[in-house]
């Protein structure tokens, strides 16, 4: 039996935008056959460390480090912590026997845990790519430092040369990473999925969000829902909410916790746009009614992040049949995807304007709505499910590990 070492810098305990993926995927590898050591960090508490769709698998043992809280205005701190969880996590897995390929999960001092695993093991590693660092933090003005910059840049291109596949989350990312030093024969593009054995769209009259903040079915909600963090422009979604605070019909919720959302809610109230609701995180158990609750939905990003990261909630709401619409970058893949196949909106993040006229069209036009919202369920069912893009891990890891039974 093949068997993967999962290397997580985030546990299952702590809400985070990869957990469905990383729990979905480890599921789907166990029944494919292979055996799963997951090393995660735990350090909230919020949640189980082991999520319900894995607790007594066979052949699946979960190993978790102790990860101390540190203020997410703290960049140093963050880093040096992350970077000893690194050392920690190491202490625990190479104990782990008979392993044949290791999963590493992106993060920004990935490179630590690569080059602990390439010092003292011969295991080939796939690097997961979700987030690139330092390419987001400059992207949303989190590093401002042209020479620290720089360093991170020469340490994640080191960090590829050493990682036997990488994969990434869109075409957009693969040409960063191919910028950025990575090879482009090493490169497989993976998009985040949706889980097709879940996530559907859920009733209006038997959503429990619905019913739990009292909706109303006559109004129009513009929802987002995920982590208000560096790459969300609330910006935006302030500049958009000035626009149509005159139409009554039309509400901003905003769900989800992140480092940006206390300046968001104090500029929001700050300008009485009393348009814009926010909301608590919820549980994952409630995503399908979570997504299911909104009109349309919208994702705010700011300029130039889009190669650096990609929203992992497109195929969720897809399968929630909901229209999506993007304030993006004009010139990416994921903006001409969905203008081109009618999935979705997707407008420039320089223009405003054009955002709100968007939602209002969309406000007045209830059969276009529904068409776009079809499409992107058809298209989401054949390019974002979780049976679709699983498998191509598998695939992968076979290939790394060759003829070892």
Request: hydrophobic share 40%; glycine share 6%; aromatic share 12%.
């Amino acid at each position: 039996m093949k068997k993967i070492l999962f290397i997580c810098t985030e546990g299952f305990d702590t809400p985070g935008p990869s957990n469905h993926l990383i729990g979905t995927l480890i599921e789907d590898l166990l029944e494919d056959g292979f055996q799963i050591t997951l090393i995660q960090s735990c350090r909230q508490g919020i949640y189980d460390d082991i999520p319900d769709n894995l607790n007594d698998k066979l052949n699946f043992e979960s190993i978790s480090v102790n990860r101390k809280v540190i203020n997410k205005s703290s960049f140093i701190k963050r880093y040096l912590e992350e970077g000893v969880y690194h050392f920690k996590a190491f202490l625990k897995w190479k104990k782990v026997k008979g392993v044949d390929a290791v999963f590493v999960q992106s993060c920004p001092t990935v490179m630590f845990s690569i080059i602990l695993l390439k010092l003292f093991t011969r295991y080939p590693i796939l690097y997961s790519i979700q987030d690139m660092w330092p390419g987001s933090a400059v992207s949303s003005g989190v590093l401002t430092n042209k020479w620290l910059a720089l360093l991170f840049y020469k340490l994640q291109r080191i960090t590829y040369s050493l990682s036997d596949v990488l994969t990434v989350i869109s075409e957009d990312m693969k040409r960063k990473v191919i910028e950025q030093g990575g090879e482009e024969e090493k490169i497989h593009t993976i998009v985040n999925w949706f889980d097709d054995r879940s996530i559907h769209e859920v009733d209006w009259t038997e959503n429990r969000f619905v019913n739990k903040y009292k909706l109303k079915r006559h109004m129009f909600y513009v929802q987002y829902a995920g982590t208000m963090g560096y790459v969300f422009d609330y910006k935006m979604v302030l500049k958009v909410a000035e626009k149509l605070k005159d139409w009554q019909d039309i509400e901003f919720h905003m769900i989800g916790e992140g480092s940006q959302k206390d300046k968001f809610r104090q500029e929001a109230d700050k300008n009485f746009l009393d348009n814009i609701v926010f909301f608590p995180l919820e549980p994952q158990n409630m995503v399908s009614d979570v997504y299911s609750a909104c009109s349309i939905c919208l994702i705010p990003l700011i300029r130039g992040v889009i190669g650096n990261s990609v929203p992992s909630k497109a195929g969720l709401l897809m399968a929630c049949k909901k229209t999506i619409v993007n304030s993006v970058d004009e010139n990416s893949d994921y903006y001409k995807m969905f203008n081109d196949n009618g999935i979705g909106v997707s407008v420039s993040n320089r223009d405003p304007d054009s955002i709100a006229q968007a939602i209002v069209q969309l406000y007045e036009n209830k059969e276009i709505r529904d068409v776009i919202a079809e499409n992107g369920k058809r298209f989401g069912e054949k390019y974002y499910s979780r049976a679709e893009n699983t498998i191509k891990f598998a695939e992968i890891f076979n290939q790394m590990i060759g003829g070892v039974e």
